[in-house]
């Protein structure tokens, strides 16, 4: 029997948090779907992506490499050489979603419309009037209208799956699903393991370690974030924070001779160390969906406090939007631990997609 083939439309060169999305997603499903990475010419993939997945090229050429254009021009190649059952887009719903949407009705092609990030609200990311009026005008209400095309929709999850179908999205579309997680790298460590990782980390084993993993921009807090390192290393010298990422706000945090250690970007294969070394996560985002970074602390065990933006309330108890409540819970330590919902359960997540997979392609 031939399998259902399933095209994913990616960024090039295709960012890490994508990869890994299409990685899991081949290993949860690829045994009943055939999937295609269309790609332009310059991504790299790991070896273990390339067993999962045939990756299509675009012949795109290299100033169109993200954006519309890119999108349009990658996809229509895509569907004129190779005839998919469901065409996805890998990344954000705009632009690659809009071109996924609209070339799929174009060539009668169902389409899977994935909104990973809560764009309902992404006004909240710019910092003027005007960057909020023209996001909320352009996306809300104008792009809105090609995304209600979809076949189906997938929300990163049941928060901003309600508030699409609130916004007159057509339920029967819509599904609230969480990114495929794989959390069997991210275990605990025990206590007595935690001060010898710490120190091959070039962490203090004596401090308590505060962790940030992202990008350091206003979008992600870093603003925020860098209220909370001042104030607490202001009033004790218990913690250490580690700030693990790169963006325009890093070199704010350089001022520090102790209590804050940066070693940039971690590679994947190396990033759960630090959550396994870390006591606690602050996550003082402006904007998310359901970051991975939340889901990789609590399968480590480990405490989080983060802004109450998308999915975090079905996620987390410690939420707060203010600096000064950061402050206070951290010196307080007094942690909430919360677990990993069970929704995200590997076996089950696995069935879920399948399902949904199958229901699209028809």
Same mark, same amino acid.
Not at 36 to 65: C, K
Not at 121 to 149: C, F, P, W
Not at 264 to 292: D, K, T, W
């Given at each position: ?39 332009? $010419? ?9 067993? %999962? ?14 954006? %519309? ?13 190779? *005839? +998919? ?17 609209? %070339? ?6 169902? *389409? ?50 309600? !508030?699409?179908?609130?916004? !007159? ?33 070039? %962490? ?43 963006? +325009? ?7 520090? *001779? ?25 996550? $003082? ?78």
């Amino acid at each position: 029997m031939t399998k259902p083939r399933v095209g994913l439309l990616a960024r090039d060169p295709i960012r890490f948090n994508m990869e890994a999305f299409v990685y899991n997603l081949g290993r949860m499903t690829g045994e009943e779907f055939q999937f295609d990475l269309i790609v332009g $010419p310059v991504s790299d993939f790991r070896d273990g992506l390339l067993s %999962l997945v045939d990756v299509y090229r675009a012949d795109v050429h290299s100033e169109h490499m993200s954006g %519309l254009r890119y999108g349009f021009q990658a996809m229509r190649q895509y569907l004129n050489e190779r *005839s +998919p059952d469901l065409i996805v887009n890998v990344a954000q719903p705009f632009p690659l979603g809009v071109a996924v949407v609209v %070339l799929g009705r174009w060539y009668r092609v169902p *389409s899977l419309l994935r909104i990973t990030g809560d764009f309902l609200n992404e006004v909240s990311m710019y910092d003027t009037l005007l960057g909020k009026a023209r996001r909320y005008i352009v996306h809300n209400l104008t792009l809105a209208q090609v995304y209600r095309l979809a076949n189906r929709i997938v929300a990163i999850g049941p928060n901003l799956a309600e !508030g699409l179908v609130h916004a !007159g999205f057509p339920k029967r579309k819509v599904h609230a699903l969480y990114q495929p997680f794989d959390a069997r790298r991210f275990s605990p460590i025990s206590e007595e393991k935690q001060p010898a990782l710490k120190e091959e980390l070039g %962490l203090d084993p004596a401090r308590k370690t505060i962790l940030f993993v992202g990008r350091f921009t206003w979008g992600k807090g870093a603003d925020r974030l860098a209220d909370i390192v001042e104030q607490v290393l202001r009033q004790s010298d218990k913690f250490q924070f580690c700030l693990v990422g790169n963006g +325009p706000y890093r070199e704010v945090f350089a001022k520090y *001779s102790e209590g804050v250690i940066a070693p940039g970007f971690v590679p994947r294969e190396e990033v759960h160390r630090y959550f396994q070394a870390a006591n606690l996560l602050v996550h $003082p985002s402006r904007n998310e969906g359901c970051p991975h970074v939340v889901l990789e602390a609590l399968s480590c065990g480990i405490p989080v406090i983060a802004s109450s933006v998308g999915e975090m309330d079905n996620l987390i108890t410690m939420l707060t939007d203010e600096p000064e409540e950061y402050v206070g819970w951290i010196l307080a330590e007094e942690w909430a631990r919360d677990r990993l919902p069970k929704s995200l359960d590997w076996e089950r997540q696995s069935e879920q997609y399948k399902a949904l997979l199958s229901e699209a392609s028809k």
